[in-house]
Structure formats: C-alpha cells, structure tokens
Nanobody
C-alpha cells in the first residue's frame, strides 16, 4: 500500500508560482502512474499532469505553465506551477496508480488572488 503526503500549497497572487511536493511511502516499487489532480470548488476532480510509463501528460489548460517531475531516489513527485491564474485555484491531490489501485493524498489547497 502506498501513502502519499502533499505539501507546498498556499496563497499566491495571479502570475505567481508555487511548487507542490508529494512524498510517497510504503510499497512504491512497481508504480504505474504518478500524477496530480485538482478539484476546484463545486467541480469534479480532474487530471492536471501525470507521469506514466509512456511519458508525461498535461491537461490542455496547464500546458506551458506547469511542469511535473519525479525524484525516484526520494520517492517524491513535484508540480511546478507558474503563471498561476485565479481559475487554477483548487485543492490539488497527488495520486498513484499501482496494480489497478489508486492511492490519493489528503490534498493541498492552492488559492490564487487576482
């Protein structure tokens, strides 16, 4: 079983940057996909960025602004978010897919002021 802990959320002005971190522990080896999802208020959770065996995928809304990366030695996934806009405000969740089972972190709030 994989446990995920996110950090790095907070309040930022529009145009600013944040870096989210997701530390994974437990049975991390053999992980298929690691990624970030966001859930804006009143909306469904949606994929932001993911690292798969086939490469990296981004939601169209964040391409060119967000970058996902992974430090395998630290079992940590990062999401660098630049040029943040008010519509990026959401709870951001780290997710790990392994053996058909998805593990979720507790989420970290990102607030963007205009």
């Amino acid at each position: 079983q994989v446990q995920l802990v996110e950090s790095g959320g907070g309040l930022v002005r529009a145009g600013g940057s944040l870096r989210l971190s997701c530390a994974a522990s437990g049975s991390v080896s053999g992980t298929n996909v690691m990624g970030w999802y966001c859930q804006p208020p009143g909306k469904q959770r949606e994929m932001v960025a993911a690292i798969t065996s086939g490469g990296i995928n981004y939601a169209d809304s964040v391409k060119g602004r967000f970058t996902i990366s992974r430090d395998s030695a630290k079992n940590t996934v990062y999401l660098q978010m630049n040029s943040l806009a008010p519509e990026d405000a959401a709870v951001y969740y780290c997710a790990c897919l392994k053996g058909g089972v998805t593990a979720w972190g507790q989420g970290t709030q990102v607030t963007v002021s205009s």
